[in-house]
């Protein structure tokens, strides 16, 4: 992936009046870290948002304030409830040469045979992954061929991945990231929450019921 670059300024405008700035078409930031204080900044809001998209939480990005570009991370994000534009954005400054935790995206690529061929269900539980390295050896995603997924039962493992040079998984290998499984175990399972949710159901109406006898009889003794 290309090097991606955002430009940003300081801002003075903070609390209510940020409002202000997103009509102008400014994002509202902050950048903290190594080595600095946080320093409230705006982003150009279609810059950034591109930016942000394409880099997700792993990609290092240049940020460049004034004369000065730090290497930072996409933090904490704030959007719009329901037209989820950005409102917001915490930008983490890094140092190049210290190793640091941060979750990976998982892309899979091609297809189970045992999907294909078999009928089988994929089940995905894990969708993203915790790994450790030095920032320049972050993977921006980790992606994962399902040609090995050949039988039913059949599953892909942290333990399974190579992450690359100086990059660490920090989940256990024995965690399950994939497997396919039988289409009936899949109806097996829906059926079983369906008998929780009836059973669940049906408490609160035993209950009100007691309750409505003991009433009825306080009532019947009081006459």
């Not at 705006?42 to 942000?52: G, P, T």
């Not at 304030?65 to 954005?89: E, F, S």
């Not at 210290?98 to 994929?122: C, K, Q, W, Y």
């Not at 992606?143 to 333990?159: C, H, K, M, S, Y």
């Amino acid at each position: 992936m290309s090097e991606l670059i955002l430009n940003a300024e300081r801002r003075a405008a903070t609390g209510k009046k940020v409002k202000a700035l997103r009509r102008q078409g400014f994002l509202p930031a902050v950048l903290y870290g190594t080595g600095i204080e946080s320093i409230p900044i705006k982003l150009d809001l279609k810059e950034a948002s591109k930016v942000i998209s394409a880099a997700g939480g792993s990609t290092v990005v240049s940020l460049k304030v004034g004369k000065k570009t730090h290497q930072v991370l996409v933090r904490d994000i704030q959007r719009h409830v329901i037209r989820r534009d950005l409102l917001h954005v915490d930008l983490l400054k890094i140092a190049m040469d210290i190793a640091i935790r941060t979750e990976v995206p998982v892309v899979f690529v091609g297809e189970s045979p045992a999907v294909r061929d078999l009928g089988g269900l994929l089940v995905t539980e894990l969708f993203e992954i915790e790994v450790e390295s030095l920032p320049a050896f972050l993977p921006d995603r980790i992606t994962i061929d399902l040609e090995p997924l050949a039988e039913i039962n059949d599953t892909i493992t942290v333990g399974d991945l190579s992450f690359g040079e100086g990059v660490e998984a920090i989940n256990s290998p024995d965690e399950v990231i994939t497997r396919v499984i039988y289409q009936a175990e899949e109806e097996i399972e829906e059926e079983e929450e369906l008998e929780e949710v009836i059973s669940v159901e049906v408490e609160p109406e035993v209950v009100e019921r007691g309750k409505r006898e003991e009433e009825e009889g306080e009532v019947t003794k009081s006459e």
